[in-house]
RNA sequence: CAGGGUGUAGCUCAGCUUGGUAGAGCACCUGCUUUGGGAGCAGGAUGUCGCAGGUUCGAAUCCUGUCACCCUGACCA
């Protein structure tokens, strides 16, 4: 077992980092020739093709030893990162009490996302999701005191999440490895402030995903159910992602399809202006001309396409009118419903509603909106001067007075076409025109998604394209939502008692990894970028049965171990076809072939993964500066 | 949770309509040959046909139930 002696590292109290030698025929990189029938996404089906992961269950899996070592790569320059940026590792339990997440009422927000069992004492327990209950529990027992603050701690662990569909490998598992950082603090500006340590973490992410060799972007983000102001999302770019993002080309704006921005556009409930068309509209199946109102008969037609194809009209010619109701115990004032009105080839977008009239909305109750009046399916935005303590919404592109529209009649299974804001609506609107502010119960504002080619909310006449991503990151600024909750605050120097403000930070490690693949893979497998690949070169010995092969091959890897570089050396009795498949399924960056071929030319033949070709002849002396340079470009 | 699909050898799948006691390719084991892009020949091993009940002389096949997994949506890091 004398080949194992390349393995062992001598200690020095100061680290230069000796790679690793591991020999194929003596770990286990079960490699498939077909990829499982249950894969469907490119990430999943090469992770599991090329020996990195085994399903165990639905969205649980077997870190292989090929991804175990890229993981751990993954995690340590996290580690790196955060220590730069002041912050300390720690670990958490992975299981938690249910008493915690009651204490801020997660338990209910995350439902049946929660794992949960009762131990045998019959204590109900949860595997955390997320840890801000536990950590701000052990936190204000131990800090007291401002002058503790600020304080980033974080750690790398198993989550757990009872996803109701894990799908995509480990892309949406319900147990996957995730960075959970946490910083606490006593005010948001300042020195020593959250914003301080926000920016630090932002940088500090974008250093992470640089190191790690991942083409992404940063993009604004509404901050979800954990809660909290400010949100940014880091997004690996790659087609296949699941995540919509828009982007200003202009002004670099970008933000994620929930938060995205529209830049103005032009309204006008006059029937007589001109011009009011904004550049998004590109005025399909609008009639100028001013029609009656007319009732259709559009029974079972709740549906915008449906109907639009009914009466002859695209859905751009139509309104469509959704009836909101104040969330439970939102500030509300008089206000009992909330009519969201867009045109029916948009989306309404409820964070966009909440901002727009000062409080969160969930869509109505469909009884309770029948019992109030409303005619569900067939609702216009005339239900609004019907319906007392109504109040109404208008998107921009819906509120055009110069034109018809199609949009519900109020009454069941019935539309009506010729609808004119001005005409028909005249009273309410009259007001609103003024100023757009909040004027009697009608407003206008941007309440619907953005789509591609929308006006740039940051510079003049450019739009917003559309790009694919997957979120690998996520930053929070959290304020004191957890800390009042769960009574943390601690004396500021004027002895006053204050909650701490926080923020959280979270990276998904193992969805890191899978979306490396999915970003940068090619027909025959992986490519990984040189910071995060399991091993830097691949050694494919051609002749394993050659004992001068043998030993040159067991003397390139020692040199390259020496400089630094883990190396994979295929020495398993199999056919030339075989390992290259297998090396490229792999995606080492660097692939050293030792055969008859090149040593005749007087060397090895050196190749890099993502190049195409056989490679080039390499003279054996000059074989680690060449992986050392290739490997050091960008 | 709704809709759809699939469970047969390690992997990909055929067989099921029309019931008669299980197959192919690849992988695996042995031997020989071969040795630069998933080899050839010869021989060999491999299954509670997801599980449970039912119908039948007889069930992988028909019926009922159930479980698992995948896809689309809702939801979401």
């Excluded at 964070?351 to 469909?366: H, P, Q, S, T, Y």
């Excluded at 319906?387 to 055009?400: E, F, S």
């Excluded at 769960?486 to 890191?512: E, H, L, N």
């Excluded at 995606?587 to 195409?612: C, H, N």
Aim: charged content about 25%.
């Amino acid at each position: 077992m004398n080949e194992h002696a390349t393995a062992t590292v001598s200690w020095s109290p100061v680290t230069t980092r000796r790679g690793e030698v591991v020999r194929w025929s003596q770990t286990i990189i079960p490699t498939l020739r077909e990829a499982p029938a249950e894969a469907t996404t490119p990430s999943h089906q090469l992770l599991l093709r090329a020996g990195y992961i085994r399903q165990v269950a639905s969205g649980v899996y077997d870190y292989l030893p090929l991804a175990w070592r890229s993981l751990r790569k993954i995690e340590q320059i996290i580690r790196e990162e955060m220590n730069a940026a002041g912050g300390s590792e720690m670990l958490m339990p992975a299981m938690v009490p249910m008493e915690l997440f009651a204490e801020t009422g997660r338990a209910d927000d995350y439902g049946n996302d929660l794992f949960q069992f009762t131990d045998r004492h019959g204590r109900a327990t949860a595997l955390g999701p997320t840890h801000e209950e536990v950590i701000t529990d052990f936190l204000r027992h131990a800090v007291t005191s401002y002058r503790q603050l600020p304080l980033t701690l974080y750690q790398i662990q198993s989550k757990f999440r009872d996803e109701p569909r894990p799908r995509a490998g480990l892309l949406r598992g319900r147990e996957f490895i995730m960075k959970d950082a946490y910083s606490f603090h006593l005010a948001v500006e300042g020195a020593g402030g959250l914003d301080e340590t926000y920016d630090r973490m932002y940088q500090a992410y974008c250093n992470v995903f640089g190191r790690c060799g991942l083409d992404f972007t940063v993009v604004e983000a509404e901050s979800g159910p954990i809660g909290g102001s400010a949100s940014h999302e880091f997004m690996v770019n790659c087609p296949t992602g699941e995540d919509t993002i828009f982007r200003c080309p202009e002004s670099g704006y970008a933000a994620n399809i929930e938060k995205c921005e529209i830049g103005e556009r032009e309204w006008s409930f006059d029937a007589t202006a001109t011009g009011a068309d904004s550049g998004t509209d590109s005025g399909a199946g609008v009639t100028p001309a001013m029609l009656p109102l007319t009732k259709v008969h559009t029974p079972n037609m709740p549906g915008i396409e449906g109907v639009a194809e009914y009466l002859g009209v695209t859905a751009v010619g139509m309104l469509k009118t959704l009836v909101f109701q104040p969330a439970p115990g939102a500030d509300s004032g008089e206000t009992e419903w909330v009519l969201a009105a867009v045109r029916g080839d948009h989306d309404v977008n409820e964070g966009k509603i909440r901002d727009a009239i000062g409080f969160k909305v969930v869509l109505a109750d469909e009884k309770l909106a029948k019992s109030a009046g409303f005619a569900i399916g067939y609702v216009s935005p005339r239900a609004a001067d019907t319906v007392p303590n109504c109040l109404l919404v208008i998107d921009p592109d819906a509120a055009q007075g110069d034109r018809v529209w199609a949009t519900g009649s109020d009454e069941p299974d019935h539309h009506v076409t010729g609808f004119n804001w001005q005409r028909d609506m005249a009273q309410s609107l009259s007001e609103c025109e003024q100023n757009g502010a909040f004027v009697s119960y009608v407003k206008v504002a941007d309440i619907r998604n953005a789509q591609f080619g929308d006006p740039s909310p940051r510079a003049a006449g450019a739009t917003l394209v559309i790009q694919r991503g997957l979120e690998t990151g996520h930053i929070f600024k959290l304020g004191s939502k957890y800390s009042e909750a769960m009574g943390f605050v601690v004396m500021d120097a004027d002895q006053k008692r204050q909650p701490v403000i926080m923020g959280c930070y979270g990276i998904g490690v193992s969805r890191t990894m899978a979306a490396c693949v999915e970003m940068s893979h090619d027909e025959s497998g992986m490519i990984w970028p040189a910071a995060i690949a399991p091993f830097h070169v691949e050694i494919v010995l051609m002749k394993p049965n050659d004992a001068e092969h043998a030993a040159l091959a067991e003397q390139l890897a020692e040199e390259l171990a020496k400089a630094g570089l883990d190396v994979l050396l295929d020495d398993r009795k199999e056919r030339p076809g075989v390992k290259f498949k297998d090396a490229d399924l792999i995606g080492m960056p660097l692939r050293l072939t030792i055969g008859q071929k090149a040593l005749d030319a007087g060397g090895v033949e050196f190749k890099a993964r993502s190049d195409e070709g056989k490679g080039e002849v390499v003279p054996v002396a000059a074989i680690t500066e060449h992986c050392l340079a290739t490997l050091a470009q960008p």
